[in-house]
């Protein structure tokens, strides 16, 4: 069960990489249309400027306006077995037949379910516009339930044999038939349920800004505590995406007011006391910059060199662009306790900043969240909020290497560089002597990918393939047939979890890639293994 929670989890991940490149935009184009920083002169409607400005920014609100069509035709890329495409096709047919449906007997018999189809869809009616149908804000919660279901019915339905007569209906046409009757119950029952959950999320929302700082640390604990299960997702999604702390997600909230707010004099957590749940991007910015001075202090003299060259790529990248698990996971399998502390900071970091006043939307890094969204829309009249902010991150900077360099050394752990604990770049020598201890050796020149697919025990040894943002995450048949955690930190792996017959390989931000590689090499192998098996026959 868990396994395919985290499949799940790491499915959403797929659409949620959309979003940094059209916050960006949409960041730089609001700043751009802001007479603080630009002028009256180029921001009247007249001007041509402020016209190329504004369909700029236009094209930047694709991702933000359509966030459910988009997570629903995202999820089947990581979800679907096989034909990924072809089940994105489906789920986008259905998603939009479940809507259509909800539209129709809304319509037809809204009295009955108390919701009135009758209203204009503005905030706090209920309703919404997908693809221009008139149907209940479900948000991005209907959109993972449709497409998950959807997804599940094309795995099981996709490949199956109809009889001759029946052939046209095979394959995806089978799958989407299924789906329209399934989709038929699933209307109603989101008609008479989803108004009950909509009253529920108004609590959970009032919950939240009455907690204050204890939600923050809470949210931000969890947020960080349960990355090395792939859980992670689960927590921030509702709040960044979602409704779960104000109707349409932090992400959208921000920026359909970021211009407002950047114009405003009153205090941001006044105007915005929910984007202290979007705080937990502060312990990749400045966090990270700690824990990686303390692990390159406490190396030993002639291994700072090399850890250097480990640590550097894997800081920017959680600085720059908030991808933290290069470089979590280079101490989370050495020392959990670490990653256990580094959650507690992360979590007091943020409350302290909320109780300062900082609030906004930064989740990411510096390049994507905080320069174009937060800090140089903010400076003019938040100025002081700003400052707070990097004051009180960079005294957690030293906290972290303070707290890090200590229990290293107090509890002699052994990170990378420290006496027996080596640190070396890895070569072709490196990995033909890792691959000497093992029982089936691979050609000096393969690729990455398919040394990984012969770690991984071979093409029929795979029962499904995912990834997140840094991660492979693969189910097995028979973990016994795997080679050991040096052989894929030979092939360039930061680090592999194992979990019954489930093992993430921790491989960077270019997985996507090696991913889609090891789908075409299993491809491959499978039509060659039946191209010899016919020409045998």
């Not at 937990?280 to 966090?287: M, Q």
């Not at 507690?344 to 510096?366: E, H, K, Q, R």
């Amino acid at each position: 069960m868990l396994s395919q929670i985290q499949r799940f989890g790491g499915a959403m991940f797929t659409p949620v990489l959309l979003f940094p490149f059209a916050g960006m935009v949409v960041g730089i184009a609001i700043m751009l249309r802001n007479p603080l920083f630009v002028g009256e002169a180029l921001t009247t409607p007249d001007n041509l400027f402020a016209q190329i400005v504004h369909i700029i920014e236009e094209g930047g609100w694709a991702v933000f306006r359509n966030m459910p069509l988009i997570f629903a035709v995202g999820l089947p890329i990581g979800l679907a077995k096989q034909a990924q495409g072809r089940a994105c096709l489906a789920v986008l047919i259905s998603f939009l037949t479940w809507n259509y449906f909800i539209n129709a007997m809304g319509m037809t018999w809204g009295h009955f379910f108390g919701v009135n189809f009758a209203a204009d869809p503005v905030t706090g009616s209920g309703l919404t516009l997908i693809a221009g149908i008139k149907t209940l804000d479900t948000s991005i919660i209907g959109a993972i339930a449709i497409s998950g279901l959807v997804t599940a019915i094309h795995n099981r339905y996709f490949d199956k044999p109809l009889p001759v007569f029946l052939g046209i209906f095979q394959g995806t046409s089978f799958v989407v038939i299924i789906a329209f009757l399934a989709m038929i119950p699933c209307a109603w029952l989101t008609l008479l349920g989803w108004p009950k959950v909509q009253l529920g999320i108004e609590s959970l929302q009032a919950f939240l800004r009455s907690a204050g700082a204890l939600g923050v640390w809470v949210y931000t604990f969890l947020e960080r505590i349960l990355i090395p299960t792939g859980l992670h997702h689960f927590v921030y999604g509702p709040f960044v995406f979602g409704p779960a702390a104000v109707e349409g997600g932090i992400q959208v909230y921000w920026a359909q007011h970021l211009q407002e707010f950047s114009q405003s004099t009153e205090a941001l957590k006044t105007l915005f006391p929910q984007g202290g749940f979007a705080l937990h991007g502060n312990s990749k910015v400045f966090g990270s910059v700690g824990i990686a001075l303390a692990l390159w202090y406490t190396a030993s003299p002639e291994n700072r060199v090399k850890v250097a060259g480990l640590l550097i790529p894997a800081t920017l990248t959680a600085v720059l662009v908030g991808i933290t698990e290069p470089l979590e996971f280079t101490f989370l399998f050495i020392s959990p306790l670490l990653f256990a502390v580094h959650a507690v900071l992360a979590a007091s970091m943020a409350t302290v900043m909320y109780s300062f006043g900082v609030v906004g939307n930064m989740g990411g890094g510096l390049l994507d969240q905080f320069l174009p969204q937060n800090w140089i829309p903010m400076f003019h009249n938040h100025a002081a909020m700003v400052l707070t902010q990097i004051g009180i991150g960079l005294c957690f900077t030293a906290l972290y290497f303070l707290v890090f360099r200590t229990l290293i050394v107090r509890l002699n752990l052994k990170t990378p560089g420290r006496e027996a604990s080596e640190v070396k770049l890895y070569s072709k020598a490196d990995y033909k002597a890792a691959r000497g201890h093992t029982t089936a050796p691979v050609a000096a020149q393969t690729s990455q990918a398919a040394g990984f697919l012969k770690a991984l025990g071979g093409t029929a040894n795979i029962e499904s393939i995912n990834n997140c943002a840094t991660r492979l995450r693969i189910t097995l048949n028979d973990m016994a047939k795997t080679d050991s955690d040096d052989v894929f930190k030979a092939l360039g792996a930061h680090g592999v979890v194992r979990r019954g017959n489930g093992i993430q390989v921790i491989v960077g931000l270019h997985v996507p890639q090696v991913r889609e590689q090891l789908e075409f090499l299993m491809k491959t192998t499978v039509t060659n293994e039946l191209s010899t098996l016919s020409e045998a026959v």
